[in-house]
């Protein structure tokens, strides 16, 4: 199982007996007309929640999520690639250096090497190095794998405050 609670903003509003505040994501649309988030009638926003399972051969595999807003596709994709393409652990996939594009500059965590970011802006991407290591502006991602042999491993993103718990 996993589970990933993320609020965004806090609207402030609590109904009466459920102990949770709703969120204020109309901050999520674009204010600007006839783009595809842009706020009008009728009208809902696009969601980056992708609470996410890896399944092979009718086993899970993997399940991962993360809070984080608009970083949280990205978060979620790069950890996901880190454990199956570069075969990282569960806690180098969360921990390894993140970026983050939405269609104007690309934001960098500081331990992306320098001639990545050079690579990029030579392409003509305006580039920014966040001053942080381990930047919280990120998603958050938690992960939980199943190894083959039945044995779960895990890993909470050192960007945020989240947790795992395994039980064999």
């Known amino acids: 199982m ?14 009466p007996g459920l102990g949770f505040t709703w969120n204020n994501y109309l901050n999520c649309f674009d204010p600007r007309p006839g783009r595809v988030n842009s706020l009008a009638p009728g009208k809902t926003r696009v969601t980056m929640m992708v609470p996410s399972m890896l399944v092979e051969g009718g086993r899970p595999e993997v399940v991962l999520g993360a809070p984080g807003g608009t970083r949280i596709v990205n978060g979620v994709l790069q950890t996901l690639l880190n454990l199956v393409d570069h075969r990282m652990t569960p806690l180098e996939a969360v921990a390894a250096p993140r970026v983050d594009f939405q269609g104007e500059t690309v934001q960098a965590e500081q331990r992306v090497p320098g001639e990545v970011l050079e690579a990029l802006a030579a392409r003509g991407f305006r580039v920014n190095r966040r001053p942080v290591s381990y930047d919280s502006y990120f998603s958050r991602v938690q992960v939980i794998q199943v190894g083959r042999d039945g044995a779960p491993a895990g890993a909470s993103d050192p960007r945020g405050d989240g947790g795992i718990a395994l039980l064999a």
Request: hydrophobic letters at 30%.
């Open 2 to 15: 996993s589970l990933t609670h993320t609020l965004g903003s806090s609207s402030g509003v609590v109904t």
